[in-house]
């Protein structure tokens, strides 16, 4: 052939049907018999056939790109979530535009927004964890565009997806205490985060019903670097503890460091417990007792819960919780 673009006309005649057999392939339209769609896709795949996404955009008044927000993505939760969503926006026939905010302000927001609603997006995706960026400012500089937040804002009223980090606090807590441990330190993530503080408020809780509560709780940035000082001060002024909770396997890192320099078995003298199992956590040296989050899960049904408000803008807000899993190894024993 040419070096013209192919058509769905070249396909049909390349493989022996019609026009509107092509197109419902390319649609996906369900009702194809299998053998035919399988000639369909090997005739696309042999001509180079690329849908016109201009025309199709014009003719179903949508752009089949979504836009992402994000924040915090140099963070593994924030980085794994935008990652998982672009794979479920691409296996829905959906390219995910991302800009990225620096901050809470008004201003970057606005940037930000401006930028996403240039290429005149379906819908929105924030992944937008701080409690000081306001969703009101969001919904007001976007107007009525579809969206879903990743990550569960207590009364959101917009549609979120998120893991349960509430119930991720709760599963540590459970566990510490069927091990026996009732002196345990926290070391918790950034106060201003949703997540760290939904961990917090699970942990805490739960401990008290159990007639405890942490002897003491020192809050880092998610960086190991953070982690490793923390641990370093509250060794340096003597608070005794057979148990660590620490927010994430990051954090979690710095800390294993810091009691080892201080000779602090783990789990002998210390049992240590992170959140996010990050790969690296079943090679750590003990390998770390953690809180699974599923990711791949967050982004198809993120993605799920924007179509769904695309198709039905008027629908009422739907919170979804993925439940999370303790993955236990052997940075954890029952107290001496």
């Known amino acids: 052939m040419s070096d013209r673009r192919a058509t769905l006309h070249d396909v049909a005649r390349h493989c022996s049907v019609s026009y509107q057999t092509v197109s419902r392939v390319v649609n996906n339209h369900p009702y194809v018999a299998p053998e ?69 302000r008004v201003e970057s927001l606005r940037a930000a927004l401006n930028r996403l609603l240039h290429w005149q997006v379906d819908g929105l995706i924030l992944i937008t964890p701080l409690t000081n960026i306001s969703l009101d400012d969001v ?27 509430h119930r991720g606090g709760e599963l540590v807590a459970d566990y510490l205490l069927s091990l026996g441990h009732e002196q345990i330190a926290e070391l918790a993530g950034p106060d201003d985060w949703f997540d760290a503080a939904e961990r917090h408020h699970g942990f805490v809780t739960r401990l008290g019903k159990a007639n405890t509560a942490p002897v003491a709780t020192v809050h880092g940035d998610w960086s190991s670097r953070s982690g490793y000082h923390a641990i370093k001060t509250l060794i340096a002024a003597g608070t005794h503890f057979t148990a660590l909770f620490c927010a994430n396997d990051q954090m979690a890192i710095g800390a294993l460091q810091a009691l080892s320099e201080a000779g602090r078995r783990v789990p002998e003298d210390v049992s240590v417990i992170g959140f996010d199992d990050i790969p690296e956590a079943a090679y750590l040296i003990p390998p770390l007792t953690t809180v699974r989050q599923d990711f791949a899960a967050v982004g198809q049904q993120g993605i799920a819960g924007l179509l769904q408000r695309i198709a039905e803008p008027d629908g009422e807000p739907q919170q979804t919780h993925i439940e999370p899993t303790l993955i236990e190894r052997q940075s954890t024993a029952p107290r001496k």
Request: hydrophobic share 40%; glycine share 10%.
């Open 36 to 104: 035919t769609r399988e000639r369909v896709l090997k005739a696309i795949d042999e001509l180079g056939y690329r849908p016109n996404r201009a025309a199709q955009s014009l003719a179903a008044n949508q752009s089949h790109v979504l836009g992402m927000l994000t924040f915090g993505i140099e963070n593994y939760g924030p980085a794994q979530v935008m990652i998982h969503t672009e794979q479920a926006a691409r296996a829905a026939g959906y390219d995910l535009i991302f800009v990225h905010t620096p901050d809470s």
């Open 139 to 165: 919904r007001s500089l976007s107007g009525d565009y579809p969206m879903v937040q990743i990550g569960l804002e207590r009364g959101a009223s917009v549609p979120s997806v998120g893991v349960n980090q």
